[in-house]
């Protein structure tokens, strides 16, 4: 009995959300820190759309080495995760990337968190560009034209690159309950 009560005084400790840094991740690091799946890192690697620092390599015994991935990797695959949870298609996160890379010449990694020439934003539905003199540009429809701003975009919000808690599958969707007749 004395010693259920010491456990319920006792406040529960919990573990930081931000990851340990380390000079690289597994897929199953990736993967679990992200929420995207081992087979789709594979997927995107294998169709070049986001490839692993570090490949893997045949062995000599016949078997591949694990692809490995950087802290800066890590970053933009937490972000490209987000967009796809918020329904943005394989395609458009390919435009978007080739689109960072050959317009503006930063990488993704440089838009996140206000420190580069170019700010990555969402309303949930588009990704915008906000440059460091105010231009916003809507890097998924036409990313060679600035946006006319006569109002701010409602629920606009600066993309970042947060880790997935363990067990959290995304934002709740809501069921909607069968009309009730009286």
């Known amino acids: 009995m004395a010693r259920a009560q010491s456990t319920q005084s006792r406040p529960e400790a919990r573990r930081p959300a931000v990851p340990e840094l380390k ?4 897929s199953r690091e990736v993967a679990a820190m992200t929420g995207l799946t081992a087979r789709q890192l594979q997927w995107w690697d294998a169709r070049r759309l986001f490839a692993s620092h570090i490949a893997s390599k045949r062995t000599e015994r016949g ?4 692809r ?3 802290p800066v990797d890590l970053l ?9 949870r918020q329904g ?22 440089e838009t996140i968190g206000g420190g580069g020439p170019l700010t990555l934003m969402t309303d949930g539905r588009d990704v915008y560009g906000r440059t460091e003199s105010g231009d916003l540009f809507n890097l998924l429809k036409d990313p060679l034209q600035p946006l006319l701003m006569l109002a701010e975009i409602e629920g ?14 995304g934002p709740r969707r809501r069921t909607r309950k069968p009309p009730t007749d009286i």
């Open 68 to 70: 490995r991935y950087t």
């Open 76 to 84: 933009e695959l937490l972000v490209l995760a987000e967009l796809r």
């Open 88 to 109: 943005v298609s394989v395609g458009q996160l390919r435009r978007l990337l080739d689109t960072l890379r050959h317009q503006f010449g930063v990488r993704l990694f």
């Open 63 to 66: 078997g591949y080495t694990e």
């Open 23 to 26: 000079n690289t991740y597994t």
């Open 156 to 169: 606009l919000r600066e993309l970042s690159s947060r880790t997935r808690r363990k067990g959290s599958r």
